[in-house]
């Protein structure tokens, strides 16, 4: 059973940038393709950003041009580059399987914008 365990949240003001890391204890190969999600409070999860095994890369309309996603197969881990940030940003983020998750999560990790 693939563990993931998500890093790099934190409180950054509204503009700045954060980057996020998901390392997975199996191979992340395995999966078709690997996304980043978020939960916002209230709010249902939803996806954000995605990456196949050849890389090719999909964004939520909300995050296009602010975030991107990258891989490192050999460390099994995928980043989230998140630029020019908004309070709507705010939310827990996860990673997990893409277009069908696992059906289990990792802890997540907090971002929070605010000024």
């Known amino acids: 059973q693939v563990q993931l365990v998500e890093s790099g949240g934190g409180l950054v003001q509204p503009g700045g940038s954060l980057r996020l890391s998901c390392a997975a204890s199996?191979?992340?190969?395995?999966?078709?393709?690997m996304g980043w999600y978020r939960q916002a409070p209230g709010k249902q999860r939803e996806l954000v950003a995605t990456?196949?095994?050849?890389?090719?890369?999909t964004f939520a309309d909300s995050v296009k041009g602010r975030f991107t996603i990258s891989r490192d197969n050999a460390k099994n881990t995928v980043y989230l580059q998140m630029n020019s940030l908004k309070p709507e940003d705010t939310a827990v983020y996860y990673c997990?399987?893409?277009?069908?998750?696992?059906?289990?999560w990792g802890q997540g990790t907090q971002v929070t914008v605010s000024s």
């Open positions: 199996g191979n992340i190969n395995s999966f078709i393709a």
């Open positions: 990456i196949s095994r050849g890389s090719s890369t």
């Open positions: 997990n399987g893409a277009p069908r998750p696992l059906d289990y």
